[in-house]
């Protein structure tokens, strides 16, 4: 069985993959210090919990936008699943679709990944969201060429922001407004759900409505992140939301490279 890692900036998903298929995942927050031993006792815990044991996993895929996570990742392939863990993106486990862009080496592994991913679902022209630290925007055109996209601020970052600059303004939760869906708050929190969510959902509405223009073409959008379901309520911007989508590419590029 597979055990692909996507390692985030702000956490690192484990999922075990069975024939494209995924078993179970475990989440923990990202931290470069922490070594192979420490995720090896942890990860065994919870194998045990879904009936697993580490003998379990006979292959390990690791996509990662954090270099200094990779290293003891590598370690925990080596020393507790007896394997050389793929690496996506390098050597046989490239990312095999054109990149039509000026800094292709620039690309974010989480990012490629949910191109293979989607190229790979969906046919045509696609405008694929990222709701992770940073909110991407990324497009790929019908035959599969990665034509360029938009990082913003996560949602959370925005929020992060907001209070640790305004001394007076204190931390809520991220949802949508209560009551008949008004945007003009009668109170503090009520103005600073407004700001974050509405102006949230317009951010992603105007940047879909003017890549779709400038595409010029029929676009499908295809939302991902753990973020993602939050928003799916308010806005009909999203033609279909798969929240495991960096882990389907990964499961696809460890294919690819065994061939």
């Known amino acids: 069985m597979l055990l692909a890692v996507d390692a985030g900036n702000t956490n690192i998903v484990f999922a075990l993959v069975e024939s494209g298929q995924i078993r179970a ?45 990779l290293h003891n990742l590598q370690v925990l392939a080596q020393k507790y699943f007896k394997t050389e863990a793929v690496i996506a993106g390098k050597g046989d486990a490239g990312w095999g679709f054109q990149l039509d862009v000026e800094e292709p080496e620039q690309l974010g592994a989480d990012r490629a990944l949910n191109c293979i991913a989607a190229h790979a679902n969906h046919p045509g022209d696609l405008i694929i969201i990222d709701f992770g630290t940073a909110t991407t925007f990324d497009v790929i055109d019908f035959k599969g060429t990665y034509k360029g996209g938009v990082i913003a601020p996560g949602i959370n970052l925005s929020l992060d922001a907001l209070v640790t600059a305004a001394a007076k303004l204190p931390r809520i939760a991220i949802e949508a407004p209560h009551g008949n869906n008004s945007v003009i708050g009668r109170n503090t929190v009520d103005q600073m759900q407004i700001g974050i969510y509405w102006g949230y959902v317009a951010m992603i509405e105007g940047l879909v409505a003017r890549t779709k223009a400038e595409i010029g073409r029929p676009s499908k959008v295809i939302a991902t992140g753990g973020l993602a379901v939050l928003f799916e309520k308010q806005t009909p911007v999203f033609d279909v939301i798969e929240p495991d989508l960096t882990i389907q590419g990964l499961a696809m590029l460890w294919e690819r490279s065994k061939v």
């Open 25 to 69: 995942r475990w989440r923990i927050a990202t931290d470069p210090r922490r070594t192979a031993d420490e995720y090896a006792v942890w990860l065994s815990q919870l194998l045990g919990l879904e009936g697993f044991t580490m003998a379990t996993v006979t292959g390990v895929i690791i996509g990662t936008v954090v270099p200094r996570a």
